[in-house]
């Protein structure tokens, strides 16, 4: 029998990964270059046949080998790929990931260790349990933070969860809030009309009744209406806020909504996946107050955070709320394991398998501390804020507002939604630029989502030219 391949683990692991690389690195050139822009153009039939032309029988009977494979399978990816890097690709909160932590996540793959008990992931949990504790001081302040530097996590202190993006953050958020409750009747989910989507499919998950929404006759959650909502609504209640919507980038004005919660009695969960990038801005984060009156906080550093899938968090004011995630399976976390001091890492996730997503946000953060996280989040809210002002000027654009975080909504004047439309799908299927969609205030409108720090004048411009080029045909 043939030697079976190597493996990326211990100490052989780097000298076999080494050529491997090299061949990666090489792939994703060649697939970039030979696009050419923010995403192969044909549209879907056309990316798809090309697909199978370059790699062939996905389950060949005989392998190619490992270079030929990866040589093969990364370059045709490459070369069908929507790359967040380019300038142009501006349409999701899909943000082109740090060289650095795309390195850090290499070496995540390559232990490969697995975040559901201590003796799968000796280093990686207590790793988990530095930054998440420190994140989670981020975002609920300095109360008691010194105690927990050096005793992490005790009780009665802030804590977070990582989570595979807002999404499972923001179903996390409802499921506590769930448990929490329980004995006082089924719990009503109250968000604004502009909340994200996850919210209200937790609430079918769950088995929760709908959700209440409340108008956001400006874009975000109207306290005033909250209020109203809120006061003849029996049971327990949970209103879910928006910093940093998907639509628009808005903020919904939280204090006054944190307000209206005491006054009710109602729990308050913010879902700030977009916006808690703020929170390293020395001079933005105060649009985020009121963030430490919610009892969770989900937050999304695959957004303003510049990491690869995923990077999401669940951060949790008081962590008696998370007892209801514990769970024994005897080969995992036995009880005298964990009496005899072997942390229990079941109750940290509904997953099982858990990658150790904080090694990359660990190096980034470690890299480039507070002041290099908040000037890229300035750097791409000026970006934005900068454009905002180019299409205010320009009498061939209607802009919808001056944007709150990094996200521009604009359209060409006098276009009817269907022209707006056909010009997004025609720039995509020229493979030329990529741009999002919003439908606000009755209208749809194209959206510009700038996290690309790199992005220079010069590239806006010249996506406004694209647009220009395709109105009026």
């Known amino acids: 029998m043939s030697n079976p391949p190597p493996l990326a683990g211990g100490t052989q692991g780097p000298q076999a990964l080494r050529p491997l690389l090299d061949t990666v690195l090489d792939a994703l ?16 039939h056309t990316v798809t046949a090309r697909l199978r032309e370059l790699t062939g029988d996905p389950l060949p009977h005989h392998g190619t080998g490992p270079d030929t494979a990866l040589r093969t399978l990364v370059q045709a990816l490459a070369e069908g790929a929507a790359d967040p890097a380019d300038p142009l690709c501006a349409a999701h909160l899909h943000c082109p990931p740090l060289a650095l932590a795309t390195a850090a996540d290499l070496a ?15 280093a990686a949990s207590a790793l988990e349990t530095l930054v998440t504790d420190a994140l989670a001081h981020e975002v609920y302040g300095d109360t008691g933070h010194a105690a927990r530097r050096a005793h992490p996590g005790p009780p009665g202190h802030p804590q977070a969860l990582v989570t595979t993006g807002g ?5 996390l958020a409802v ?6 409750h329980a004995s006082q009747g089924p719990l009503q ?11 209200p499919r937790a609430a079918w998950l769950l088995g929760l009744p709908d959700p209440v929404t409340v108008p956001a006759p400006t874009g975000t959650l109207d306290p005033a209406a909250l209020d109203e909502a809120l006061t ?15 639509d628009a980038g808005l903020i919904d004005p939280l204090p006054e909504i944190a307000d209206v919660c005491e006054h009710h009695g109602a729990r308050l969960h913010i879902d700030a996946a977009y916006g808690a990038g703020l929170l390293f801005s020395p001079t933005r984060r105060t649009q985020l107050t009121g963030l430490d009156r919610a009892a969770t906080v989900a937050l999304d550093l695959h957004k303003l955070g510049w990491q690869p899938v995923a990077a999401g968090l669940l ?17 995992l976390n036995a009880d005298d394991d964990t009496e005899a001091g072997l942390p229990d890492l079941l109750g940290r996730s509904l997953r099982t398998t858990r990658r150790p997503d904080i090694l990359k946000i660990a190096v980034t953060l470690k890299a480039l501390g507070r002041t290099g996280l908040g000037a890229l989040v300035d750097q791409v809210c000026d970006q934005a804020q900068q454009f905002a002002a180019t299409l205010h000027a320009h009498p061939g654009f209607d802009l919808y507002d001056t944007p709150t975080l990094s996200t521009v909504l604009f359209r060409p004047h006098g276009a009817p939604d269907e022209r707006v439309a056909h010009i997004r799908r025609t720039l995509l299927t020229q493979g030329r630029a990529v741009l999002g969609r919003a439908r606000i205030d ?28 395709n109105t009026s045909r």
């Open 189 to 199: 989910l109250i968000t604004g009309a502009g909340a994200h989507h996850s919210l």
């Open 29 to 44: 050139h060649d697939g970039a270059t030979a696009r050419g822009g923010p995403l192969p153009a044909g549209g879907p």
């Open 175 to 180: 499921l506590l809030a769930r448990e929490a």
């Open 232 to 246: 003849d609504l029996p049971g327990p209640k949970l209103v879910a806020a928006t910093a940093g919507s998907t």
């Open 108 to 122: 995540a793959s390559a232990l490969n260790p697995s975040m559901d008990s201590w003796d799968q992931a000796p």
């Open 167 to 171: 999404t499972e953050a923001n179903q």
């Open 442 to 469: 009755g209208r749809l409108w194209l959206k510009a989502t700038l996290l690309n720090p790199h992005t220079q004048p010069g590239d806006l411009a010249q996506l406004l030219k694209l647009v220009e080029g």
């Open 315 to 331: 951060a949790v004011r008081d962590p008696a709320d998370l007892a209801p995630l514990t769970h024994r399976a005897d080969y």
